[in-house]
C-alpha cells in the first residue's frame, strides 16, 4: 500500500535573497587583496512532518494505565496479559487498540496512521541563513609564475533536513512535528573553514625559454606548465544529535604528485591535503 503524500493548502515556493559587499585593492609587488561578505536568507523551504503524530497527552495516559499495579492492566494480548511502558511505542501508538495490545491508541485517529504505513504532511515553513566571510590574495602572473590563496569562514543554519535523501546522522521527516523549531541547528552543508593554495609554474623549458630550447628537445618541452592545488578544510559540522567531545584532528595527508601530460603538451601537479576537525553545534 502506498504511503498518502499531503500538501499543505498554504503550500509556496521557496525564496532566497543573496547579497554581497566585496573590496579590492591592488598591493605592491602585482598583488591583488579581495576581501567579501556573502550572505543568504531563505525562506519557505520544502520540509516533511508526519500527518499524524502522536498525541502527548495520551501518550502519557498510556504510560500511567500500563503499570502492574493498576488493576485495570489486564486482559491484553501480551505474554503476561498485562500492557507494560515498553508497548507504549511504535506502531501500538497507532494501533494498539485495534491488537489488543493497548487500552487505547496514542492518536486521537488512525485513518492515516502506521499500521501498514506512514502519511507525509509537506510544508513550505522551514527556513535558512548563510554568512560568509572570502578573503583572497592573488600574485599575478608574471616571470612565468601566479600564485593565489583563498580562505572562507562560512555559516550555515537552517530547520530542514533534505527531505529526500538526509544527511549521515540525520532524518527526513521533522523530529517533532509539535515542536518543530527544535529542528534548528547547522545545515546538513554546513563546512565552517576552507582554505585553497594554487599556483601556475610555466616551466624553462623549450622554445623561448631559458634551458632546452632548441631542436627536438625545444619542440617536445614546449608550453609545458606545472600547477599545484592545496584544500585544507573543516568536516561538516557535527550533527543535531552528536554529543561528547571533539573528535582529534587528524595528520595533514599529502597526495602523492604525479605528472600527467595532455594533448595540450600541458603537465599538471596536483597536490590535496584533507584537514578534518569536529565542529560543535550551536544555533
Known sequence: MLAPVIFDSHFRNPVTNSWFLGIQHDLPGNVVLDVSYVGNSSHHVFRVFDANPPDPSLVQQLVAFCVPGNAQNQGFNTPTGQCTSANVASL????????????????????????????????????????????????????GFQMQGSYTWAHSIDDANDPIVAATGQ???????????????????????????????????????SHLNQGVMGRVLEGFQMTGILTVQTILSATRLRLGPPTPLPPLRLSSPTWRPSRTRTSILRLRSDAISSTARHS
Not at 92 to 117: C, D, K, M, Q, W
Not at 122 to 142: C, E, H, M, P, V
Not at 179 to 197: E, F, K, M, Q, T
Open 92 to 143: 501500538n501508538l497507532y494501533s494498539g487498540l485495534e491488537n489488543g495490545v493497548l487500552p487505547f491508541n496514542g492518536v486521537a485517529h488512525n485513518a492515516i496512521g502506521r499500521a501498514t504505513f506512514a502519511a507525509a504532511l509537506n510544508k513550505s515553513d522551514g527556513n535558512a541563513n548563510y554568512n560568509a566571510l572570502q578573503a583572497k590574495i592573488t600574485k599575478r602572473f608574471t616571470h
Open 171 to 209: 532524518v527526513s521527516f521533522v523530529r517533532d512535528p509539535l515542536n518543530p523549531s527544535l529542528d534548528r541547528g547547522n545545515s546538513d552543508h554546513d563546512i565552517r573553514h576552507v582554505g585553497v593554495i594554487n599556483s601556475i609554474w610555466d616551466l624553462p623549458f623549450g622554445l623561448g625559454k
